[in-house]
């Protein structure tokens, strides 16, 4: 298991297998913001994406590989599901297909194309009910989620280093609605306006929401007790 | 450090905490964390979770055949 852990606090470790990143020894990972991530997104040429909207399909086919991994990868971190993922990358580019002509130009292609992604599998959440009832509990702390929990009780923290396979398995076990905040804020870079925007619901519902998805996963990972007490 | 301060109990710094995190101030300066060991524990956990779980999805390749059934699903809707 020792290739599956990264340190807890201190320099963040390069080597992640298939994309390793670029992360300077002793600095933490730079948190890409939605608007930096246009500039690191595939760039699309003015030209490639005027034949799409003129209804080239060779412009389309293209358009479709340059962003198929990123579109992908979102549904796969939203959905946990890689048969879900496939099914809604599938809906994200017919629907594209069907709006792309209406794309004026106001933000990034790629932003655009993000976002729109984010609505449909939004739009498969709310139709299956999830994210409503997560949104619910989420306005509503349990006794289990209350704040005070994490301590004068089994006070337990996490150990020296996070198991990855443990966490990816942590995140995929999360309710849909605390997934879906958890993976566009702490992995896409959205902010939490941005957030309450997609999701129809308060700032504070989204921060509070982000909050117990963290502390569900800090409680999946945790491992030594450490027996302090209430101060 | 005010008393005031001084005497939050942990309970009172945990409910403040989304809200201190999500703000983007640095929840690690805030006083009750530099006089408490456990508050502070837990913020450098869900930090580090934050932290690993940004590293922790690398981009992967739709399956191969799923710009067939796009093509198709376009062809269909004409």
Known sequence: ???????????SREAFEAEPAEVSAGQPAPRISAPARESIAAILSPELLERAQAGDHGAFAEIYFLHKRRIYSLCLRMLGNPAEAEDMTQEAFLQLHRKI???????????WLHRLAINVVLMRLRKKGLL?????????????????RSFGEDDLSLAGAIDRLALQRAINDLPAGYRLIFVLHDIEGYEHNEIADMLECSIGNSKSQLHKARLKLR??????????GQR | MSEETKSMRCAEFQAQLPELIGSGASAAEHPHVKECNLCRELLESLEAI??????????????????????LA???KK
């Open chain 2, 74 to 76: 376009i062809k269909n």
């Open chain 1, 1 to 11: 298991m020792g290739q599956s852990r990264v340190p807890v606090k201190g320099p």
């Open chain 2, 50 to 71: 934050a932290e690993a779980a940004r590293q922790l999805f690398p981009e992967v390749e739709p399956p191969e055949n799923l710009w067939e059934n796009i093509e």
């Open chain 1, 219 to 228: 409680d999946a990972l945790r491992v030594h007790p450490r027996g302090e």
């Open chain 1, 132 to 148: 409503l009832i997560s949104l619910d509990e989420a306005m509503e702390p349990t006794t289990e989620e209350r704040p005070g």
């Open chain 1, 101 to 111: 002509a209406t794309f004026r130009g106001e933000s990034a292609f790629s932003t």
